[in-house]
């Protein structure tokens, strides 16, 4: 019964409150109740700056979002992009290189005919002045015994009147031999005797036999000739063999 009483009593409390307007908008629209931050040493994202004029340390700007920076970086930039090549340039060079190397062989062309044309002339005169060679080497030999002939003769019995014959067929042998010699220098041939001169030895064109003493002769003279040399247009086809005085 107790219990029963209380529970009416409750409801009638309830549906009086209800119906009272000024309450129920007191607590539809109570103001929230701001609960005070707790006191901490620290306070989570934020950031402190200094209240005075700090002058040691300057604030440093980011050179990455710097203006100046920025425009010297774009400039850099213009630098280094390569300027499109000028195709007429371009093929003017290849021209200049083209007409240098042309310029170049040209020259070498004409150095080389140049020196073509002067070992031509040089073989085609040695091959002329030289072309008689083996018929000379060939002929000196009847040079040769011509002149032995003459030597023969005795110079007595030449002068003698009673030898009129043996005169006449000398001087015949001397002018075949001097008109022969005569045609063989025009050709280039020419026949050398070193003793005439006393001719000092010179290996390029003598030929020494032997060497002896002889007084009133320098050392290394030629002082007597065994056999005449030959020359044909100054090259020795036959070096003269000659005796050479050694008094030492």
């Known amino acids: 019964m107790i219990q029963?009483?209380?529970?009416?009593?409750?409801?009638a409390i309830g549906s009086k409150l209800s119906h009272t307007p000024s309450l129920q908008s007191a607590r539809l629209y109570s103001p929230p109740?701001?609960?005070a931050p707790l006191?901490?040493?620290?306070?989570?994202?934020?950031?402190?700056?200094?209240?005075?004029?700090?002058?040691?340390?300057p604030?440093?700007?980011?050179?990455a979002t710097s203006p100046a920076d920025s425009s010297e970086t774009s400039a850099s930039e213009a630098e280094t992009v390569p300027e499109p090549e000028d195709p007429v340039k371009r093929e003017l060079e290849a021209k200049n290189k083209e007409v240098i190397d042309l310029k170049d062989k040209y020259?070498?062309?004409?150095?080389?005919?140049?020196?073509?044309?002067?070992?031509?002339?040089?073989?085609?005169?040695?091959?002329?002045?030289?072309?008689?060679?083996?018929?000379a080497k060939d002929l000196i030999d009847s040079v040769d015994n011509l002149d032995r002939a003459?030597?023969?003769?005795?110079?007595?019995?030449?002068?003698?009147?009673?030898?009129?014959?043996?005169?006449?067929?000398?001087?015949?042998l001397r002018m075949t031999e001097r008109i022969l010699m005569q045609t063989l220098s025009k050709h280039g041939?020419?026949?050398?005797?070193?003793?005439?001169?006393?001719?000092?030895?010179d290996p390029n064109v003598h030929e020494a036999t032997f060497m002896t003493k002889v007084?009133?002769?320098?050392?290394?003279s030629v002082f007597t000739t065994v056999q005449k040399g030959f020359q044909l247009n100054g090259r020795v086809i036959r070096a003269a063999k000659v005796g050479v005085v050694k008094n030492t």
């Open 107 to 135: 020259l070498r062309s004409v150095a080389d005919f140049r020196n073509l044309q002067e070992r031509t002339k040089r073989d085609v005169s040695a091959a002329r002045d030289f072309a008689i060679t083996k018929f």
């Open 215 to 220: 007084e009133g002769k320098e050392d290394g």
């Open 39 to 57: 006191p901490t040493s620290r306070a989570f994202a934020s950031r402190w700056y200094s209240s005075g004029s700090d002058t040691t340390n």
């Open 59 to 63: 604030p440093t700007t980011n050179p």
């Open 4 to 11: 029963r009483s209380l529970f009416r009593q409750s409801r």
């Open 150 to 172: 003459l030597e023969t003769v005795p110079a007595e019995k030449i002068s003698a009147d009673e030898n009129k014959d043996l005169k006449d067929l000398y001087d015949g």
């Open 33 to 35: 109740t701001r609960i």
């Open 189 to 201: 041939l020419q026949r050398f005797d070193p003793s005439e001169k006393a001719e000092r030895f």
